[in-house]
């Protein structure tokens, strides 16, 4: 009866250690954010390569409100566009007389979208430097104008922003555009852009 008693009492103090290990504390977060990400105005330079007639430079200005930093609205983002004619439109010109206006170019788009950022992150640079980034998703529509039509547009993409310090940073862009044609077709093609934002006004957090 001793020895069965000595195990009973050396089991109970292995569990009780066991549950001293496991007893963690409540998580906590650990990461606060050093930046936040309200109202902006952007500056863009973007490629968006149409067809093999075509692929076009763009520079736009875009301008988000932001109510929470979860979320917001892209309440306009306008690219003006100038084409860079690719060899084959070139030959087709000069060499079969097709005619330049028989061929639809793209003067510039405009869209409208919902911002949702549910990603905020740090990262070591060369194990050297903290860098703050958020990761955004859009969604929206809009119109494009060719030089024969206008069009509307759907689209959808996401932006990873770096933030430079806190008022400025730096976005990487890629959004995936429908344009809707007078022949009841669609045609899509992906835009890749860079854009400089400069944030103002406070920001209420979640």
Avoid at 67 to 92: C, F, M
Wanted: hydrophobic residues 45%.
């Amino acid at each position: 009866m001793r020895a069965f008693g000595l195990c009973a009492a050396l089991i109970l103090m292995v569990f009780a250690a066991r549950a001293d290990l496991y007893d963690l504390p409540t998580p906590e977060l650990i990461m606060q954010k050093k930046y936040e990400a309200p109202s902006q105005f952007g500056f863009s330079l973007g490629y968006l390569p149409m067809n093999s007639f075509s692929k076009y430079m763009t520079l736009g200005l875009n301008y988000t409100w932001k109510p929470r930093d979860t979320y917001g609205w892209e309440v306009i983002n306008a690219q003006g566009a100038a084409e860079i004619a690719s060899g084959l439109k070139k030959e087709l010109v000069d060499s079969y007389g097709q005619k330049p206006e028989d061929f639809a170019v793209l003067q510039g788009l405009a869209t409208t979208n919902f911002v949702y950022s549910p990603f905020y992150m740090k990262s070591l640079l060369f194990n050297s430097e903290m860098v703050h980034s958020q990761l955004s998703f859009m969604i929206g529509a809009g119109m494009a104008k060719f030089t024969n039509t206008t069009v509307p547009v759907l689209d959808a993409g996401l932006a990873l922003k770096f933030f430079l310090k806190s008022r400025n940073s730096f976005d990487v862009d890629i959004r995936y555009y429908s344009f809707a044609s007078e022949e009841r077709s669609i045609r899509s093609n992906i835009m890749l852009s860079a854009n400089y934002a400069i944030s103002f006004g406070d920001l209420e957090l979640e």
